[in-house]
C-alpha cells in the first residue's frame, strides 16, 4: 500500500467524514514516506490530492488531474 488514511485527523462537511492521507511510501521527487497529503472520504476517492483539498462522495479525480490548495471536489447535486 502507498498510503494510509490518518483516522485522528478528519474534518466533517455536514454528515460526511473526511481523513487525511499519508503517504507510506517515497512516490515522487516531491511525495516521501510520512507526509501528509488532503482530505478524502474513501480509498476509491483518491487520486492526486494535496494540501487541504479535499474530495468526498462519489467524485472521482483521474489522469493526470492534480487537486490542491483548498479545492473542493464533491458529487454533483450533493447539498453542503
Known amino acids: ?3 494510509e488514511l490518518v483516522k485522528t485527523d ?3 462537511f455536514g ?3 473526511l481523513y487525511r492521507i499519508r503517504a ?3 512516490m515522487r521527487p ?3 514516506a510520512g507526509d501528509l497529503g488532503g482530505y478524502i472520504e474513501k480509498e476509491s476517492n483518491l487520486a492526486q ?3 487541504t483539498a479535499q474530495v468526498f462522495g462519489d467524485a472521482w479525480v483521474y489522469g493526470d488531474a ?3 490548495g483548498n479545492a473542493l ?3 454533483q447535486g450533493m447539498k453542503k
Open 73 to 75: 471536489i464533491e458529487e
Open 30 to 32: 516531491s511525495v516521501s
Open 49 to 51: 490530492v494535496y494540501s
Open 10 to 12: 478528519t474534518k466533517k
Open 66 to 68: 492534480r487537486v490542491s
Open 15 to 17: 454528515s460526511i467524514t
Open 24 to 26: 507510506l511510501i517515497d
Open 1 to 3: 500500500m502507498k498510503y
